[in-house]
């Protein structure tokens, strides 16, 4: 069955500090997506980014990293020079294709960003 | 305009109350979803729709339904809401052939809905 984990319940951090979110997942499937969402204090969820079992390849987007290792079934997400604005839940989430295709979610790291 | 859209954002209600919540979207996706999140929970599958036809059971089904009236619009119903429905609802699309997008799943804002 799948299963996603996010043991970090809380982080805060001050700004400007870099903070990596830890997600370990479990799936018997060889295929299957993993992402991140964002869930700022407005509400909303907010997709950042997709990635797919066959590539592991490390991501960088502006202030956002992730580092995606199937030895490990970890898809951590790294902020660099945090600021107020990341101050929101973070999901990591899998879906294994060819099934529902749904998402399954861990339960969300609540960051705080401190000025 | 937003892509998904969920009607209303904010709903009260009573016990044994029927409600509707309703989804509607612009992004021509098949696939169509609904949602619940709790605090501590992440967010629960309810159920699911491949197309106007094809309708699924997620993991906490009992005490909801749903309806797929068009491609663009998916409907929630709780029959006899109880207390223990209070949480934050969300309806979300995909599109299975969208290259490089497929599979992602985009979320409407969600509906808060209290059950006293």
């Known amino acids: 069955a799948q299963k996603v984990t996010q043991a970090q319940t809380e982080i805060s951090v001050v700004e400007k500090e870099d903070v990596t979110l830890d997600c370990v997942y479990e799936?018997?499937?060889?295929?299957?997506?993993l992402f991140w969402y964002k869930q700022p204090p407005s509400g909303e969820l907010v997709f950042l980014i997709r990635?797919?079992?066959?590539?592991?390849q490390n991501e960088i987007s502006g202030r956002y990293s992730w580092n995606f290792q199937k030895s490990t079934s970890s898809f951590n997400f790294t902020i660099t020079a945090s600021q107020v604005v990341d101050s929101a839940v973070y999901f990591c989430?899998?879906?294994?294709?060819?099934?529902?295709?749904?998402?399954?979610f861990g339960k969300g790291t609540k960051l705080t960003v401190n000025p | 305009d937003a892509d998904v859209t969920q009607t209303p954002r904010n709903r009260i209600t009573k016990t044994g109350k029927r409600i509707m919540l309703e989804c509607s979207q612009t992004?021509?996706?098949?696939?169509m979803y609904w949602y619940r999140q709790d605090p501590g929970l992440g967010l629960r599958l309810i159920y699911y729709?491949?197309?106007?036809?094809?309708?699924n059971k997620g993991e906490i089904s009992d005490g909801y339904s749903v309806s797929r009236q068009a491609q663009a619009k998916f409907s929630l119903s709780l029959e006899s809401a109880i207390p223990n429905q209070t949480a934050l609802y969300f309806c979300?699309?995909?599109?299975?052939?969208?290259?490089?997008?497929?599979?992602?799943?985009?979320f409407g804002p969600g509906t808060r809905l209290t059950v006293l």
């Open positions: 979300a699309t995909s599109d299975p052939t969208g290259g490089g997008d497929t599979d992602t799943q985009y």
């Open positions: 990635r797919n079992s066959f590539d592991e």
């Open positions: 799936t018997r499937d060889t295929t299957y997506y």
């Open positions: 992004k021509g996706h098949d696939r």
């Open positions: 729709s491949f197309d106007v036809k094809d309708i």
């Open positions: 989430a899998l879906s294994e294709k060819g099934g529902s295709e749904k998402l399954v």
